[in-house]
Structures are given as C-alpha cells and as structure tokens.
C-alpha cells in the first residue's frame, strides 16, 4: 500500500458515522407520483404489468391524494385514459375530458396542498396511439403542436400548476408557453421532456395506457439513446424555448445524460425512472432474485446522485415510507 496512514474504513466505522458522511440524501421531497385516470370505470383496476399500480376511476381519486398527502409527497403527474380514441386524439383537450375532470376534482379539494403535474400528449388519445397527427403514414410535426398547445392551455385553465409535454414534437415548449401566455396562464409551469428517449422501458405503461403505436414506433420523434450530444442539444433548446424544469427519461441507464444535463445548463433536473424501470425490480423481488426494498433506495439513490432534483416514480410511495426507516 503506497499509503499506508489513510484508512478510508475508519469513516465507515457505525451507523452514526456513517449517515455524517451520507452525500446524497434521499427525501419524500424529491418524489412525483404519476397516477393513471379512466374513464367510465367505478373500482380500480390493476395494471397486471405494474404489479401495484392501478388504473383509478375519478371516483377514487381523492381517496389516492390523501395517501400522498399524508405521506409528504409533494407532486402528483396526470395520466388520462379516456373512453374514446379518434384520429386527432380529441378527448386530450376537451373541456371535460377525463385528466380535466381529474385536475378540477384535485384542485377544488386541496388547493395547494400537492402540486398537480399533467402529461401532454396525445398517444393515449389518439386510434393509431402516435403521438400526434398523422397523415399518409407520417407524423405531421405543426399540426401536433396546435393540439398540443390546446391541450396544455385546457389542463391549465382545470388548475394544473405545470403541464409536462412528452411528444418530442420540435418547438413543443415555445408553441405551449405561447398559448399558456396568450389566454393568462403565464404562471403555470413548463417541465419539458427534454431528452426523452425512444425506450423499451415504456412497454409497461404502453400496457396500462392501451398506447402502444398501432404501426411503426416512436424512433422518428423520440430520440436515439446512443446520441448524448443531440440529447444536450434537444435540451438546450427546450431551456431556450422557456421550460422551467428539464427532464431526461428512462432514468436508470441515462445516469450520465442526468448529469450531464445537470452539470451544463444549472436547470431544474427531473429524472423520470419509468414503468419498465419499476417492473424490472418488482419482477426480479417477487423472484426473490432481489430485495426489491434494497434495490429500490440504491436505484433512487443513483438517480439523485446523478444530479436530479425530482424523480418521478411509481415507487414513490412505497419509497416515502422506506426512506424515513
Ligand atoms: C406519453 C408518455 C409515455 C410515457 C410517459 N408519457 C409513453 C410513451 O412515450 O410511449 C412513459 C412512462 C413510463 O413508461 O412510465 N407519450
């Protein structure tokens, strides 16, 4: 040993000693809870593919909200799942359509006591499960963004606080924060999904939502995980364009992405450890192959050591109650 007097062990020595010298911290703070909402259900149906994860009636709604309340988690996302798809996923932005419906019923009854995030797209609305027009085979990029925005100002105008545009449509930010200014609603938030990469990881969800494309895939909208220089650049411009939080999504095999993002443009980072990223350790402890607990906190852990400052996590609140033991 070239050092024999540095002992690094001696910091490791107790239990004590070793939460002094802990440098990442995992809190109840940093979580978001996305929730799936159906239509034209009364009782809760779970999602065989996210083993404890459900697909709620609005019904159930405020009963969920108060177990995230009393659990200290700050944030809940919104997913839809309406009753009907057309060509031009119109049931997004309907006034009454179903996550409308979900963020009036949240707002009225807990005002301020958990921040109301909610999903823009247009997959779970649309027959072919793109994400945005599609004409001749094609996804049309500015017809989307019209629809994009009429959806984002229509969950402002329900009360959401930040709207999260997860198409990858380009000029998606800008189109959004535009119609959220013209019609008064330049104070509700844009977290962007920045760097969103076209994923198996979304397999679950895609199961849970009914989104699954119909024909082709994602790849000419979402991006090419082997390319870290254009998700910087996607990025960028997001910031330029006036996001307010900057997400990179999967989470647990884009580390770098999230530090990177991180360390370069000083943003508010969302990570966003997705369903597969859920099922995988859910799957493996069932097995008893993992301690699903273990592997949890060491996941989330990662993911905030990385550089995020919010994880947005169906293990929120199995999570909450673990990082307090
Ligand atoms: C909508 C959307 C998806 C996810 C979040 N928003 C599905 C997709 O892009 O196919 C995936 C979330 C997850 O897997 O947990 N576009």
């Not at 989307?144 to 229509?154: C, D, F, G, N, Q």
Request: aromatic share 8%; glycine share 6%.
């Amino acid at each position: 040993m070239s050092f024999p007097n540095v002992r690094m062990r001696r910091i490791r020595k107790t239990n004590q000693l070793r939460d002094l010298v802990r440098e990442t911290r995992l809190s109840v703070k940093d979580f978001v809870y996305p929730v799936f909402i159906k239509e034209g259900i009364s009782k809760p149906e779970p999602i065989e593919s996210m083993p404890g994860q459900y697909r709620l009636p609005i019904s159930n709604l405020q009963n969920e909200i108060d177990t995230l309340v009393s659990l200290n988690i700050p944030g809940v996302l919104i997913f839809g799942i309406p009753e009907k798809k057309d060509a031009l996923g119109s049931s997004a932005y309907h006034d009454d359509g179903v996550v409308q419906q979900a963020i009036k019923h949240i707002k009225e009854a807990n005002g301020d006591k958990i921040t109301v995030f909610s999903d823009v797209c247009l997959c779970q609305y649309t027959d072919h499960g793109h994400c945005g027009v599609v004409e001749d085979g094609k996804i049309i990029n500015d017809k989307t963004l019209e629809l994009m925005t009429k959806t984002a100002v229509s969950h402002a105008k329900s009360g959401a606080d930040i709207v999260a545009p997860s198409a990858m449509m380009d000029g998606q930010v800008q189109a959004i924060r535009g119609g959220l200014d013209k019609f008064g609603y330049s104070d509700v938030a844009i977290m962007a999904y920045a760097a969103k990469h076209a994923s198996c990881f979304y397999g679950p969800f895609r199961d849970a939502a009914y989104s699954a494309p119909s024909f082709g895939d994602r790849r000419n909208y979402q991006m090419d995980y082997s390319n870290p220089n254009e998700a910087l650049r996607e990025v960028e411009l997001d910031v330029k364009e006036g996001a307010d939080i900057v997400m990179v999504k999967p989470a647990l095999a884009y580390l770098d992405l999230i530090h990177r993002v991180k360390t370069t443009f000083n943003m508010p980072t969302a990570a966003y450890c997705v369903s597969g990223e859920y099922s995988m350790i859910k799957a493996a402890g069932k097995m008893g192959w993992l301690n699903e607990k273990a592997a949890t906190i060491e996941v989330l852990t990662a993911i905030k050591r990385a550089g995020a400052d919010m994880i947005l996590t169906y293990f929120a609140k199995e999570a909450a109650q673990w990082v307090q033991d």
